[in-house]
T-cell receptor, first 110, second 115 residues
Framework: ELKVEQNPLFLSMQEGKNYTIYCNYS?????LYWYRQDPGKSLESLFV?????AVKQEGRLMASLDTKARLSTLHITAAVHDLSATYFC??????????FGQGTRLTINP | NAGVTQTPKFRILKIGQSMTLQCTQD?????MYWYRQDPGMGLKLIYY???????DKGEVPNGYNVSRSTTEDFPLRLELAAPSQTSVYFC??????????????FGPGTRLTVL
């Protein structure tokens, strides 16, 4: 059974700092997704990582995938308040059925 | 394009009542999904469909039923509502095409409370 774990689950950081969210998964998959959710809202797709070594960047966010280590990271550079949200990783467990991590609630303070 | 739409946005049910959550997508996606999100948790797959007439169970299907008679619509039926079904329900859709991204696009959600 595929399990997906994120850490940390809660992260409070100051504007301007860098930090990384980790997503570990338990069985082989070569397709991983990152989503953002604002309070009371739906999920917004951030990144799709399709192969080992894939790296995607958008603004202050960068995601990477290491399929051999079964690990993806979401790196935040010089955080700004607008990035405060909950971030989910999700792994394709086969037939495009996604298994989600618990989410990382990120709060960025001025 | 409206994308994925869901109705209703909010609903309160009494224990034992039934209801149908509606989901429609206008992107001509062949795959559709239903998830539930409990407070402070990730999403869990209830049911999914790979095309009209084809549905299958996800991780947490008990207490729910689905049907898919058209490409666009994928309603979720709750029979005999229980407090454990209090949750936010999200519908999603995606293409399935080879090695493409096949990312899932989510609707706005239905917040359901069972009392």
């Amino acid at each position: 059974e595929l399990k997906v774990e994120q850490n940390p689950l809660f992260l409070s950081m100051q504007e301007g700092k860098n930090y990384t969210i980790y997503c570990n998964y338990s069985t082989t998959s070569d397709r991983l997704y990152w989503y953002r959710q604002d309070p009371g809202k739906s999920l917004e797709s951030l990144f799709v990582l399709l192969s080992n070594g894939a790296v995607k960047q958008e603004g202050r966010l960068m995601a990477s995938l290491d399929t051999k280590a079964r690990l993806s990271t979401l790196h935040i550079t010089a955080a700004v308040h607008d990035l405060s949200a909950t971030y989910f990783c999700a792994v394709d467990g086969g037939a495009q059925k996604l298994v989600f991590g618990q989410g990382t609630r990120l709060t960025i303070n001025p | 394009n409206a994308g994925v739409t869901q109705t209703p946005k909010f609903r309160i049910l009494k224990i034992g009542q039934s209801m149908t959550l509606q989901c429609t997508q206008d992107m001509n996606h062949n795959y559709m999904y239903w998830y539930r999100q409990d407070p402070g948790m990730g999403l869990k797959l209830i049911y999914y469909s790979v095309g009209a007439g084809i549905t299958d169970k996800g991780e947490v299907p008990n207490g729910y039923n689905v049907s898919r008679s058209t490409t666009e619509d994928f309603p979720l039926r709750l029979e005999l509502a229980a407090p454990s079904q209090t949750s936010v329900y999200f519908c999603a859709s995606s293409y399935s095409y080879g090695r493409a991204a096949n990312e899932q696009f989510f609707g706005p959600g239905t917040r359901l409370t069972v009392l």
